[in-house]
């Protein structure tokens, strides 16, 4: 690709990401994937339990008026588009989480994730904002799939369990969540996968930064996704285009790669 011969810098290593001059090109996806990873990863971490604990609580312990209603109102998350979660996240979220984000910073600034970031805690453009609503935009993915891989453990099991004086909580335990397991993966990389491909939602929420990220939550920046949509106007000529064309083809790669990591854990869960 022309753009890469043109590139001044080391494409995976570099934390520049400079297409103003043609002659001068440089650009590398170190700061992407830090912040991309990060955000990502975040949201997984926060969406998983929370999903798991609402599917097994509309499988097994919502009475059906109850859980009816209330996994539509989950599922009806999926359809907000990703501008208003954007919006809620930096006007209405980021206010209410800055006292958390200096706590932490305070109290575990020791440890990186933690530490000061590139961008001030204030105002709330961080990755640490981005996470969180990130997480609640694969919420309804995680849960719906979870919660159907749930519903297909064999009853036969759950009635031996039973037989044999197992609480509710035992069967769970011991018979849902091990029949369900390779579907929570799957269903867990498929919330990756959205997170990672995410655009409108973080290129509102985080700031840009004038520094290299430092593996903090508290880091600003772009993800692949927002910093292809954030240079838009940039697409009217060839060797910058194809520099972006380059972050977009990292980015496949990765998302690649974490799909064919989530069949093979998957796959091993059922062979084994």
């Given at each position: 690709m022309p753009s890469l011969r043109a590139n001044h810098a080391n494409f995976f290593t570099?934390?520049?990401?400079?297409?103003?001059?043609?002659?001068?090109?440089a650009f590398g996806v170190r700061d992407l994937f830090m912040v991309t990873a990060l955000s990502s990863i975040t949201a997984l971490v926060l969406a998983v339990p929370v999903a798991v604990g609402i599917a097994v609580f509309l499988t097994h312990y919502a009475p059906r008026r109850l859980s009816r209603p209330f996994g539509a109102m989950v599922d009806l998350l999926a359809a907000v588009p990703s501008i208003i979660f954007g919006l809620w996240g930096i006007f209405v979220l980021a206010p209410k989480l800055e006292p958390i984000a200096r706590f932490l910073n305070r109290n575990l600034g020791w440890l990186f994730l933690f530490k000061q970031g590139n961008v001030s805690l204030?105002?709330?453009?961080?990755?640490f904002t981005a996470g969180i609503v990130l997480s609640v935009m694969i919420l309804p993915i995680v849960t719906s799939i979870s919660r159907e891989v749930f519903r297909q453990t064999p009853l036969i099991q759950i009635e031996a369990a039973l037989a044999l004086g197992a609480t509710k909580w035992e069967v769970v335990r011991m018979t849902v969540l091990p029949y369900g397991r390779s579907g929570v993966v799957a269903a867990s990389m498929l919330g990756l996968g959205r997170a990672l491909g995410e655009t409108v939602a973080v290129l509102v929420i985080l700031r840009s930064a004038a520094r290299p990220g430092t593996w903090s939550l508290f880091d600003g920046g772009y993800t692949f996704a927002s910093k292809i949509a954030s240079a838009a106007s940039e697409f009217s000529e060839p060797l910058p285009?194809?520099?972006?064309?380059s972050a977009g083809f990292a980015l496949f790669v990765l998302t690649f790669l974490v799909n064919a990591a989530a069949r093979?854990?998957?796959?091993g869960k059922v062979n084994g």
């Open positions: 570099s934390t520049q990401f400079d297409t103003s001059d043609d002659e001068q090109l204030a105002g709330g453009g961080t990755i285009t194809g520099a972006y064309i093979a854990i998957a796959g």
